[in-house]
């Protein structure tokens, strides 16, 4: 495919610049370097190539990124309910314990006095 070196375009608004930069950023003018680097046969065909590639990365770029964000949040969260989990069982330790010390001063008192503290 030979180039049309003829073709004039007429210059972009302000707006329309922005937009280019905002979709395509530095890829776009990345994509055209390596039209005029490699010198396909058919550059237009080359380019569409590039940028279907390019944006099929990104996507797996941004899933991969997005997998990374949960899979630290699933993590995080799952150290909360570690934490919330040990927390727990402490506290029934020391539950346990303070019931334990209860029923062992209780016995201690009901011996000493003489009753019994579960009469039959």
Same mark, same amino acid.
């Given at each position: 495919?030979?180039?049309?070196?003829?073709?004039?375009?007429?210059?972009?608004?302000?707006?329309?610049?922005?937009?280019?930069?905002?979709?395509?950023?530095?890829?776009?003018?990345?994509?055209?370097?390596?039209?005029?680097?490699?010198?396909?046969?058919?550059?237009?065909?080359?380019?569409?190539?590039?940028?279907?590639?390019?944006?099929?990365?990104?996507?797996?770029?941004?899933?991969?990124?997005? $997998? @990374?964000?949960?899979? +630290?949040?699933?993590?995080? !969260? =799952?150290?909360?309910? &570690?934490?919330?989990?040990? /927390?727990?069982?402490?506290?029934?330790?020391?539950?346990?314990?303070?019931? $334990? @010390?209860?029923?062992? +001063?209780?016995?201690?008192? !009901? =011996?000493?006095?003489? &009753?019994?503290?579960?009469? /039959?």
């Amino acid at each position: 495919l030979d180039c049309d070196p003829v073709l004039v375009f007429p210059k972009p608004a302000r707006m329309e610049t922005n937009y280019l930069k905002r979709c395509f950023g530095n890829h776009l003018a990345q994509a055209l370097a390596e039209v005029a680097m490699v010198q396909p046969s058919d550059p237009i065909e080359y380019l569409a190539h590039w940028l279907y590639h390019y944006r099929k990365m990104a996507k797996a770029k941004e899933k991969d990124r997005q $997998e @990374k964000i949960q899979l +630290q949040r699933e993590y995080e !969260n =799952s150290l909360k309910e &570690t934490r919330m989990a040990e /927390m727990l069982k402490q506290e029934e330790r020391e539950i346990q314990q303070q019931c $334990e @010390k209860y029923h062992h +001063q209780l016995g201690r008192r !009901n =011996s000493a006095v003489g &009753t019994n503290p579960h009469p /039959m």
